[in-house]
C-alpha cells in the first residue's frame, strides 16, 4: 500500500508540475492566485478557487493545500485541450468533492478520494439541487474522476455514473412543461411581420437603432452576440452578371458566426411572388442596405471617441458642446467644480446655486467611475479622459477588438454607441464613451423590461403604437428570429430549402441542432407527410408527385416499365430536370454539360423549369449574337466552333422551351434530347466502322430541333 500511495503521490506531483509550466492563466506567475480571469473566450470568464457559497455571499473562503494545487492543475490541463466557459461545472464539481472530502478525513487531500467520499458529494449535490437536475455537476464529477483514473493519480478510484441524466430538449421533449414552453415560443408570423412595420415607422434615433438591429437579425438567422462583429466594411451591395448573361444585384452581410462556424456571407433573399418585378424582389435589399447606413450614421459619435481614445491611449479629452471651457483649453488645466461637472455630465450633483459640488456628494456613489479625478482636488481633461479610457475599454473584454474573433476594431464597429445615447431617462449622452450593445438590451426593446409586476423600460413596439390583433402587446426576444427561421425552414423542407442550407444560414456547426429550432406542433408536421399517402404514385402524373415530394424513378422518366430484374432507381427532379444515367453504369463524362445530353429528361409542369429553359434559351441566343457580330468583323479562327455550341444549345433549349409553352401537351409530359443530337460512345465508334445503326422514330423535340437548324426541308 505504502509502495502504491508513493507512486500516487509522485504522479500527483508530476501532473501539477507540469500544470505550473503551461502559459495559460498567467502562467507561473500566475498560478497562485486564488482568481483566475481569461478574455480569450468571447465573454469574460472568471474562476474562484473557493468553497461552497450561496448565491449573495460576498466572502470566498480560498481552499487549503493540497487540494488547491490539484484544482487548479485540473483546470490548467482542461482548458489547454480545449478552453471552454463550461469549465465553472467543473469547478462547481471540485467544491462539492472539496466538501466531502473534509467531512469524511478531515483533510482536503485528494490522494484520499474514496467511494464513501463519492457517495457523500452525490448527497450533497442532490441536497443543494434539491429542485433540479444536476446533470452538468454529474457530468463534472464523472470527468474529474476519469482524470484521476487516466492520469494514474487513482488508477484504482471506483467507477461512478451520474444518477442525473439529461432530459431531452425542450423543442422536441412530450414533457407538458416542455409542450407549454413550445407554445410560448413558437414564433408568430405578425411578430415577425411587426418587425419590419416599425423599421419603416422609426424616427427618433433611438427607435431606428433597435429597429435596424432587429432587422439584420431577421432576414440573417443570427445570433444577437454576433452583431458585435458587424463593420463598416461588411455591406455587399454590388452588381453582377448571372450565368445568362442578366445584370442582377446581390445584397448581403460579411458575418462571424459563433460557437466554430467562422466567417461567411449571409446573402439577403430575392422576395418571391413578383413576377420577375426587380424593384419588388429586391425590397428587403433596400430594407437590409438602409439598416446598415442607419446604423452607420447613429454609430460615428462613439466610433470617433473610440479612435481617438485608442491613438491617445486615453490621455486626450476631446472637448465636446457640453463643455463650458474654450475648445483650446489645456488638457493638464486644472478644472473648477463646475467645468468638472459639465466635463463629465454630472451637472445634476452641483448644489443649488449651481457653483460647487454639494458637500455629501463627493462619494464614489455619485461619481461612479469618475471619483478618482474628484477624490483628491481638482480634476484635468487628461485625468477625466484616463478614467474614461480605464471604465469604457475596461469593459470591453478584447479592446481594441470587439469580440475574440478579432475581426473588427472597436472604431470600426458598426453597432457601437454611447452611454446614454439611447436612454430613457433625462440623462444626457456623455460624448466620450463607447458602449457595445447586449443580447439583453436588444431583447428588452423587443419586449419590454419588468421588474416585480411593474414595467422599468418599454418596447419598440409599444412606443411606435404597434399591438397584436387581439391588442395584446408584441413581445419577441433575440433569439426569436433563429426560431422562425428554423421553424419555416423545416416547413419548406419539400420545396428545396435542405438541411444543410437550414445550417448554413444559422451560422450552425453542427447540422443535428436543426431539430433544436423546429417549432412546427405535430399536427404541422403531420400535414406535410399527408399528401404523400394520401394517394397511390398511380392515381398522380409525375409533376403532381413533385409537388408533394414523392420519389420519382429512373425508368418513368425514360418511358418504360420496370424490368423484371432491375431494381427503381430513384432520379432527383427539379427545375433543372433530372438525370436518368443509371448507377450501374460507368460515372458520367459530360461535366456538367447537360443540356444536351439525352439523359436528361425534363417534366412538364415542374415549378421553375420553364424559367429556367426561358433562361437557357436567352443565354445561348446572346452568346451567339455576340459571337455572329464579332465573327463578321474579324472573321477569327475557332469562332465558327463556339459559334456551333451556342446555336446547338440555344436550338436544343429553344425546342424544348416550345413544347413546354405548348397547350395541347399536357402538364406531366416527359421531354428530353433524342439520342440522334447526343450519340452514344458506342454508336459513335460503329458508326465510324461503317456499320449502320437503326434510328428511333423521331419526337416531337427532334423535330422542332431539326427546324430550328434547318435540316428539313419546310423549315
Not at 481594441?400 to 431617462?425: A, I, M, Y
Request: proline fraction near 5%.
Amino acid at each position: 500500500m505504502s509502495n502504491l500511495n508513493a507512486v500516487s503521490r509522485l504522479a500527483l506531483r508530476n501532473y501539477i508540475d507540469s500544470a505550473r509550466k503551461l502559459a495559460i492563466y498567467g502562467g507561473e506567475s500566475g498560478w497562485h492566485s486564488n482568481r483566475w480571469e481569461t478574455t480569450t473566450l468571447r465573454n469574460r470568464l472568471s474562476l474562484d478557487f473557493c468553497e461552497l457559497r450561496r448565491k449573495g455571499a460576498n466572502v470566498a473562503v480560498p481552499w487549503q493545500s493540497p487540494f488547491l494545487e490539484f484544482a487548479k492543475a485540473y483546470v490548467r490541463h482542461s482548458q489547454i485541450r480545449k478552453e471552454v466557459g463550461t469549465i465553472i461545472h467543473e469547478l462547481h464539481a471540485l467544491r462539492f468533492l472539496y466538501a466531502a472530502l473534509q467531512e469524511v478525513h478531515g483533510t482536503p487531500d485528494i490522494l484520499k478520494l474514496d467511494g464513501a467520499v463519492q457517495e457523500l458529494v452525490r448527497q450533497k449535490v442532490a441536497a443543494w439541487y434539491a429542485s433540479g437536475k444536476p446533470s452538468r455537476i454529474g457530468t463534472a464529477l464523472m470527468n474529474v474522476y476519469a482524470e484521476l483514473r487516466g492520469q494514474e493519480i487513482l488508477p484504482a478510484l471506483p467507477y461512478w455514473q451520474s444518477p442525473w441524466k439529461r432530459g431531452l430538449h425542450k423543442a422536441y421533449s412530450m414533457d407538458p412543461k416542455a409542450v407549454e414552453w413550445r407554445k410560448a415560443h413558437t414564433p408568430d408570423d405578425q411578430k415577425l411581420a411587426a418587425v419590419l412595420v416599425a423599421f419603416e415607422m422609426a424616427e427618433a434615433d433611438k427607435d431606428q437603432y433597435w429597429t435596424s438591429l432587429a432587422m439584420l437579425l431577421a432576414f440573417g438567422s443570427s445570433r444577437g452576440g454576433e452583431l458585435t462583429d458587424l463593420s463598416l466594411e461588411s455591406l455587399i451591395d454590388e452588381s453582377y452578371t448571372d450565368r445568362y448573361g442578366r445584370t442582377r444585384r446581390r445584397v448581403g452581410l460579411r458575418w462571424f458566426s459563433e460557437k466554430g462556424f467562422g466567417g461567411n456571407v449571409k446573402w439577403v433573399p430575392r422576395l418571391p411572388g413578383s413576377n420577375r418585378n426587380e424593384a419588388q424582389e429586391t425590397e428587403l435589399m433596400d430594407m437590409v442596405v438602409r439598416a446598415f447606413n442607419r446604423l452607420v450614421r447613429l454609430s460615428e459619435p462613439a466610433r470617433k471617441a473610440a479612435k481617438l481614445a485608442f491613438d491617445s491611449d486615453g490621455t486626450v479629452y476631446p472637448i465636446h458642446s457640453f463643455c463650458i471651457t474654450s475648445k483650446d483649453c489645456s488638457q493638464n488645466q486644472a478644472l473648477d467644480d463646475v467645468e468638472a461637472a459639465y466635463a463629465m455630465g454630472r451637472t445634476s450633483i452641483l448644489n443649488r446655486k449651481g457653483t460647487a459640488f454639494g458637500r455629501t456628494y463627493r462619494t464614489r456613489k455619485h461619481f461612479g467611475w469618475h471619483y478618482p479625478c474628484v477624490a483628491y482636488g481638482s480634476p484635468t481633461y487628461r485625468e477625466i479622459a484616463v478614467a474614461d479610457f480605464e471604465n469604457f475599454s475596461g469593459k470591453l473584454d478584447h479592446w481594441p477588438h470587439t469580440s475574440d474573433s478579432e475581426r473588427v476594431k472597436v472604431w470600426d464597429c458598426l453597432v457601437l454607441h454611447q452611454w446614454n445615447q439611447f436612454n430613457e431617462g433625462p440623462k444626457k449622452v456623455y460624448p466620450n464613451s463607447y458602449v457595445l450593445p447586449s443580447t439583453n438590451q436588444l431583447s428588452y426593446q423587443l419586449s419590454g423590461k419588468w421588474v416585480a409586476g411593474k414595467r422599468e423600460m418599454s418596447s419598440i413596439f409599444e412606443r411606435l403604437g404597434l399591438t397584436m390583433d387581439d391588442g395584446s402587446a408584441i413581445q419577441l426576444t433575440s433569439h426569436d428570429f433563429r426560431r422562425w427561421h428554423g421553424t419555416r425552414g423545416r416547413a419548406l423542407a419539400h420545396m428545396g430549402l435542405s438541411e444543410h442550407r437550414l445550417r448554413m444560414l444559422a451560422g450552425r456547426q453542427d447540422i443535428s441542432q436543426n431539430d433544436a429550432y423546429d417549432f412546427n406542433t405535430s399536427k404541422q408536421k403531420a400535414a406535410l407527410y399527408r399528401p404523400l399517402i394520401a394517394h397511390s404514385d398511380k392515381d398522380l402524373r409525375i409533376h403532381e408527385r413533385l409537388a408533394i415530394g414523392t420519389p420519382i424513378y429512373r425508368h418513368e422518366l425514360l418511358g418504360r416499365p420496370l424490368s423484371e430484374n432491375e431494381l427503381p432507381q430513384p432520379t432527383q427532379v427539379g427545375e433543372f430536370g433530372g438525370c436518368t444515367h443509371s448507377i450501374m453504369e460507368p460515372p458520367c463524362q459530360k461535366g456538367g454539360d447537360c443540356l444536351t445530353c439525352s439523359e436528361k429528361k425534363y417534366v412538364k409542369g415542374t415549378p421553375g423549369c420553364l424559367e429556367r429553359m426561358r433562361e437557357a434559351a436567352a443565354h445561348h441566343k446572346s452568346e451567339f449574337d455576340v459571337l455572329d457580330a464579332w465573327q463578321k468583323k474579324r472573321d477569327q479562327l475557332g469562332i465558327d466552333q463556339w459559334m456551333t455550341f451556342h446555336v446547338i444549345r440555344y436550338a436544343v433549349a429553344e425546342s424544348l422551351l416550345r413544347q413546354m409553352e405548348d397547350p395541347t401537351v399536357p402538364d406531366g409530359t416527359v421531354l428530353g434530347v433524342d439520342e440522334h443530337f447526343d450519340p452514344s460512345p458506342l454508336k459513335v465508334n460503329l458508326m465510324a466502322k461503317g456499320i449502320e445503326v437503326p434510328e428511333k422514330p423521331t419526337d416531337l423535340v427532334t423535330q422542332e430541333i431539326n427546324e430550328l437548324l434547318g435540316l428539313v426541308d419546310d423549315a
